[in-house]
């Protein structure tokens, strides 16, 4: 059964650097085909992606952010990571974490996402 | 980058009907194209993947279709649990998703 879970720091400041981390169970980051993404939704609206990490370490980001996104990966512990620099209140959303599908490139299981509140 | 023009953003309809949603991609996307449901509080749902191709456990009133620039999706006698919104994402060239359309009863 394949599950994923996010974590994150809830509320933080302007200009601070959000730290995400996403643990997931039922496949495995080592596995050739595997990645591992983020999405994230600001309150009623629409949802964006931000970056790709895969088995091999390679990484996409969204051209529109890469400047300020850093995706890793914790294979043993099945974890991934995102890391978003110099937040501000356009940051605040529901940051999800889902898994590219297995001979496909969209996302088949999605987190339930964490709240993220970008808030001086 | 790839941009996806989803319309319309929000649509009314009668238990029963059916309704159609539309993305537009701004490039050819070689049938890369997957929807998603999406309850209020609830992570998305996948529904359809490579324009046409149910997911697992997605009822038969949905359907897709498209090539080239143009998809839609389809929800045939629409039924009260159908109350979402729903996402286009292509995944030809990275990931865009289009804006959403929120379905709800008339």
């Known amino acids: 059964q394949v599950t994923l879970k996010e974590s994150g720091p809830g509320i933080l400041q302007p200009s601070q650097t959000l730290s995400l981390a996403c643990s997931f169970s039922g496949f495995s980051l080592s596995t050739s085909g595997i990645c591992v993404s983020w999405i994230r939704q600001p309150s009623g609206k629409g949802l964006e992606w931000l970056a790709t990490i895969c088995w091999e370490d390679s990484k996409d980001y969204n051209p529109s952010l890469t400047n300020r996104l850093t995706i890793s990966k914790d294979t043993s512990n099945n974890q991934a990571f995102l890391k978003i620099t110099s937040v501000d209140t356009a940051d605040t959303a529901i940051y999800y974490c889902?898994?590219?599908?297995?001979?496909?490139?969209?996302?088949?299981?999605w987190g339930q996402g964490v709240m993220v509140t970008v808030s001086s | 980058d790839i941009q996806m023009t989803q319309s319309p953003p929000s649509l009314s309809a009668s238990l029963g009907d059916k309704v159609t949603i539309t993305c537009q991609a701004s490039q050819n996307i070689n049938k890369y194209i997957a929807w998603y449901q999406q309850k209020p509080g609830k992570a998305p749902r996948l529904l359809i993947r490579y324009t046409s191709t149910l997911d697992s456990g997605t009822p038969s009133r949905f359907s897709g279709s498209g090539s080239g620039r143009d998809y839609s999706f389809s929800i045939s006698n629409v039924e009260s649990e159908d109350i979402a919104s729903y996402y286009c994402l292509q995944y030809d060239n990275l990931w865009t998703f289009g804006g959403g359309t929120k379905l709800e009863l008339k």
């Open positions: 889902a898994r590219r599908a297995e001979g496909g490139d969209y996302f088949d299981y």
